[in-house]
Structures are given as C-alpha cells and as structure tokens.
C-alpha cells in the first residue's frame, strides 16, 4: 500500500478514487510548459519566501509541491539541506539544470502533499510556493505541512488571494471546468488568511501574514496574455481540453479570460498578482 493509500484510508477516503485523481493532477501540472511559466513570470516569489523563513545553513528544508524549484534553489543556495518535493516528478528535469546553473545541491523527491513520505518532526523549515495550495484537501495537506517540521520550526507560504487576479482568474474558467470531486476545496482560498489560521489551528504560533503583489510586465495585451496561459498552464489547458469540442464554449472563455486581464492592467503592459505570504512557527 503506498503512502498516500494509507493516509486514505486512515481518514476515510476514497483511496483508489484519490489516486485517480491525483493521477489527473499530476498530468495537469505536466501538460504545458509550467517550469518556463515560473522563469518568465513569478521566479522571484520564490525568493520572498525565502526571505520570509530565512533557512540557515544546515537546517532541513522541505519545499512543497516545489515545480522546478524557485523556492528550494534559492534556500539550498544559503547553505541548508533541502529536499524539493512535488506530485509531478516531470518538473525536475528543468529544476536539475537550473539548480546545477546555479550552483546549487539539492535533493528533488516525488511526493503528494496530503501523504508526504517523510518522518514526523524531520525538517526545520517547511515551504510552499503557490504549490500546496493546489492540493485538493486542504485539511489532509495542512496536518501534513505540520506534520513534518520539528517543534519551533518554521513554515513559509506563499499563495494567490481569492480577489487578486489569479485567484478571480480561477473564477473565470470554473464554469467551464468539471465539478470539483467531493471534499475538494477552492484553491484560492490558501490566499485568505482565516482560512489558512483555521487549517493550522493552535499547532502553530507568532503567525504574520501580509498581502502584496508581484508586477508582470511580459504581456503587452490581454489577449497575449490569454494565448500565453491556454500553451503553458496546466489548469489553463485542462479547461480547454474538456471544452474543446464546443467552439461557442472556447470562444467565450477566450473572451471571459481577456476581460479578465484587461480589467487587472493587461493592456496596459503591467499587471499585479495579489498574494498572501504567511509565516508561522510550528508549537
């Protein structure tokens, strides 16, 4: 039985169901062309995280749902131990080579969030960059992140807000999206600060959350931007995929999504993507 089916079934679960479903999770993320995405447009957050946790040299990191790694080169560049861990090990093909351009030594591990395959209380810092907050369940992916930092640890998240662009960007393509499977939670909803206290609860102490926003200046319209995301985001191309034999559906979801844009700066040439950074110490 694999990790992920025990904690299934420890928490009445659907195993196999969950398993199909993070089957389809990690082709999504795999689709497209998400490393370049991150290069291109949000390298950067992942040094805020860093900066925020502040990993030291020798302490064990583990960034969560890592993609190709803007958050665990950074760290492993400060000296500490880190191991990137994510769904979809297709991702690390890219984050090798960055890691090695940069210098960097770091362990790269294929693991789900909610049934992360390490011991209790085995890292100083947990991380996770607009990463976690894609797990469906975000109660199992939350006990998880606690799970595995030791006592007086430290945790950095980094996620897009419900009002921000990429969270209403979210809102925009879900009637064009499947129903959600049971028990599935928005994404978004690790960009609102009560959300994630609740999920953490009193595991956690000296909480500090702050909005910001990152600038996005490569697209100079809407409908670059738009024609951008349906060939490189994963969750983007889903939609699409599912959709693609309705050419009414296509065309206003292609219309949905530049308005969207244009409404957040697009035409303009410079956007800014809302976040919530929140920090904590596991208790």
């Given at each position: 039985?694999?990790?992920?089916?025990?904690?299934?079934?420890?928490?009445?679960?659907?195993?196999e169901a969950d398993l199909a479903l993070?089957?389809?999770?990690?082709?999504?993320?795999?689709?497209?062309?998400?490393?370049?995405?991150?290069?291109?447009?949000?390298?950067?957050?992942?040094?805020?995280?860093?900066?925020?946790?502040?990993?030291?040299?020798?302490?064990?990191?583990?960034?969560?749902?890592?993609?190709?790694?803007?958050?665990?080169?950074?760290?492993?560049?400060?000296?500490?131990?880190?191991?990137?861990s994510d769904l979809a090990p297709e991702?690390?093909?890219?984050?090798?080579?960055?890691?090695?351009?940069?210098?960097?030594?770091?362990?790269?591990?294929?693991?789900?969030?909610?049934?992360?395959?390490?011991?209790?209380?085995?890292?100083?810092?947990?991380?996770?960059?607009?990463?976690?907050?894609?797990?469906?369940?975000?109660?199992?992916?939350?006990?998880?992140?606690?799970?595995?930092?030791?006592?007086?640890?430290?945790?950095?998240?980094?996620?897009?807000?419900?009002?921000?662009?990429?969270?209403?960007?979210?809102?925009?393509?879900?009637?064009?999206?499947?129903?959600?499977?049971?028990?599935?939670?928005?994404?978004?909803?690790?960009?609102?600060?009560?959300?994630?206290?609740?999920?953490?609860?009193?595991?956690?102490?000296?909480?500090?959350?702050?909005?910001?926003?990152?600038?996005?200046?490569?697209?100079?319209?809407?409908?670059?931007?738009?024609?951008?995301?349906?060939?490189?985001?994963?969750?983007?191309?889903?939609?699409?995929?599912?959709?693609?034999?309705?050419?009414?559906?296509?065309?206003?979801?292609?219309?949905?999504?530049?308005?969207?844009?244009?409404?957040?700066?697009?035409?303009?040439?410079?956007?800014r993507w809302e976040y919530l950074l929140?920090?904590?110490?596991?208790?």
């Amino acid at each position: 039985m694999t990790d992920l089916q025990t904690r299934a079934a420890t928490t009445g679960v659907d195993a196999e169901a969950d398993l199909a479903l993070k089957a389809k999770h990690r082709s999504m993320w795999a689709s497209g062309d998400y490393p370049t995405l991150a290069s291109d447009l949000i390298w950067d957050l992942g040094r805020r995280v860093v900066d925020a946790v502040d990993p030291r040299p020798g302490e064990r990191v583990l960034d969560i749902a890592a993609g190709s790694g803007n958050v665990a080169i950074p760290a492993a560049l400060r000296g500490a131990t880190v191991v990137a861990s994510d769904l979809a090990p297709e991702l690390f093909e890219t984050g090798r080579r960055l890691a090695t351009e940069a210098g960097a030594e770091l362990e790269w591990r294929e693991a789900d969030a909610e049934a992360l395959p390490f011991d209790d209380a085995s890292f100083d810092v947990a991380t996770s960059c607009v990463g976690i907050m894609f797990a469906p369940h975000h109660e199992r992916a939350a006990d998880e992140l606690v799970r595995v930092v030791r006592r007086d640890g430290r945790i950095g998240l980094l996620s897009w807000t419900p009002e921000g662009f990429i969270g209403q960007m979210f809102g925009v393509m879900k009637p064009y999206a499947p129903p959600p499977p049971p028990g599935a939670q928005p994404a978004p909803r690790w960009g609102d600060e009560a959300h994630v206290r609740e999920l953490l609860g009193d595991r956690v102490d000296d909480v500090v959350a702050r909005r910001d926003t990152i600038l996005v200046d490569r697209f100079a319209t809407a409908e670059a931007f738009r024609d951008y995301f349906k060939t490189h985001y994963g969750p983007t191309i889903a939609v699409y995929s599912r959709i693609a034999d309705d050419p009414e559906q296509v065309a206003a979801l292609d219309a949905a999504l530049v308005d969207n844009a244009r409404a957040h700066g697009a035409d303009d040439g410079v956007m800014r993507w809302e976040y919530l950074l929140l920090t904590a110490r596991r208790r």
